[in-house]
């Protein structure tokens, strides 16, 4: 890690730590991707945020001392993986959303061989989860060991918008805590909450 790297202070409130998180690379296994996109989630304050009601078994590790990994299944087919924030007891977390495979392109495609372009590889947040090998059992891993952030050299330009598929007022323009490079390739395009049909 150079001298001139930006420096990751995960004990600082989600919405402040998310920006700093794009150009970074996290290293997985047997891949690394740069971070182009993520959305920050602010716990107890944040109607989007899986803390906004309270601890329960899924979303605790959000609870514990930043610096760790909160992951968890969606959808009933998806893995999605936060960086934890904040103190503790203060739920916070950032989404990581998408990416550019900058190693290990090769252990990514075997990993997403459905992908159409390496630019597709970790274009959204279940296929970077996927690309890297992060599995629901890392729920809670700290970063350093397996995985590892190494910061950016430099800070990204930063574009800000509404989260992706976010119901209710948390997914509005009030929360605009969606953080993405503009112009990359690997930024998954937004989707507003759709409603399920009742019927």
């Known amino acids: 890690m150079g001298a001139d790297s930006l420096t990751l202070d995960l004990s600082r409130p989600s919405t402040e730590v998310a920006p700093l998180l ?3 690379t996290l290293h997985g296994r047997g891949a690394s991707l740069r971070i182009t996109e993520v959305e920050a989630y602010l716990g107890a304050d944040d109607p989007g945020s899986h803390a ?12 514990g001392p930043a610096g760790h990994l909160y992951v968890y299944f969606t959808y009933g087919m998806h893995t999605c993986a936060n960086v934890v924030c904040g103190g503790e007891g203060e739920p916070m977390g950032v989404l990581l959303r998408a990416g550019e495979i900058v190693e290990g392109i090769e252990a990514a495609r075997a990993r997403r061989t459905t992908s159409t372009s390496d630019a597709d590889l970790a274009r959204g947040p279940a296929r970077l989860t996927i690309a890297l090998g992060i599995l629901l059992s890392d729920d809670g891993a700290r970063l350093g060991e ?3 952030l190494e910061p950016a050299r430099r800070p990204a330009e930063v574009a800000t918008g509404p989260r992706t ?4 007022p948390g997914g509005s323009a009030d929360y605009p805590w969606r953080f993405w490079i503009p112009g990359d390739p690997t930024v998954s395009p937004y989707k507003a909450h759709v409603p399920k049909r009742r019927g």
């Open 22 to 24: 794009l150009g970074a």
């Open 52 to 63: 906004y009601r309270g601890q329960t078994r899924r979303n605790s590790v959000m609870f």
């Open 146 to 148: 397996e995985f590892r």
């Open 165 to 168: 598929g976010v119901s209710g």
